[in-house]
């Protein structure tokens, strides 16, 4: 009999929002709340820039330093996967997800990635201004909105940035319900 080598498909959220909004830190707080025996997180982290790969502080080095099991770093100059660096690998999200879902993680969080369709997200919004169109269309693609000014929102479910352990607990809660109803 034929054995199928693929892995069994992974809870994946993106966790998006425009440069500066706090993805990264919010990511690293999640983990590390997040991460234990009943919940194995591995990072996707998307990057349009140039990267220098295993400098001290980056954000890979900080997402396994908070618990993630494993990160992908794919940027427009490579990959960083299992703490190798492949020059000039640009893999499709699908691939990355497929190689992510090998380490059977229970959840995958892929940073980054918001122009993606039809991918369960939480998007980041910083400060009191109002949402430009292009957020507003990455908004109505979002579950919730990740805000330091939930006035702006009425309509999203919102959940505050300065409070990383209540949006890993609504985390938790949407993927146990995730999981529950594509058994």
Same mark, same amino acid.
């Given at each position: 009999m034929p054995h199928d080598s693929s892995p069994a498909p992974v809870v994946?959220?993106?966790?998006?929002g425009f440069s500066n909004s706090g993805k990264t830190t919010l990511i690293e707080a999640m983990i590390s709340r997040m991460t234990g025996p009943s919940c194995i997180v591995v990072v996707i982290k998307h990057s349009h820039h140039h990267v220098v790969p295993f400098q001290l502080g980056s954000d890979s080095e900080r997402f396994r330093?908070?618990?993630?099991?494993?990160?992908?770093?794919?940027?427009?100059?490579?990959?960083?996967?299992?703490?190798?660096?492949?020059?000039?690998?640009?893999?499709?999200?699908?691939?990355?997800?497929?190689? +992510?879902?090998?380490? *059977?993680?229970?959840?995958?969080? #892929?940073?980054?990635?918001?122009? @993606? =369709?039809?991918?369960?997200? &939480? $998007?980041l919004h910083r400060g009191n201004h109002l949402p430009s169109e292009q957020e507003e269309a990455y908004l109505a693609r979002s579950l919730a909105v990740v805000t330091d000014?939930? +006035?702006?929102?009425? *309509?999203?479910?919102?959940?505050? #940035?300065?409070?990383?352990?209540? @949006? =890993?607990?609504?985390?938790? &809660? $949407?993927?146990?319900?995730?999981?529950?109803?594509?058994e």
């Open positions: 994946t959220l993106g966790i998006s330093s908070a618990g993630a099991s494993d990160v992908l770093l794919s940027a427009a100059n490579g990959l960083e996967q299992q703490g190798q660096w492949c020059p000039g690998v640009l893999p499709t999200l699908k691939e990355l997800l497929n190689y +992510a879902g090998k380490s *059977a993680p229970d959840l995958v969080l #892929l940073e980054g990635f918001k122009d @993606v =369709a039809g991918l369960p997200r &939480l $998007w000014y939930p +006035a702006l929102f009425p *309509a999203l479910t919102r959940l505050p #940035l300065d409070n990383p352990d209540e @949006v =890993a607990r609504w985390v938790q &809660l $949407w993927r146990a319900g995730f999981t529950s109803t594509n």
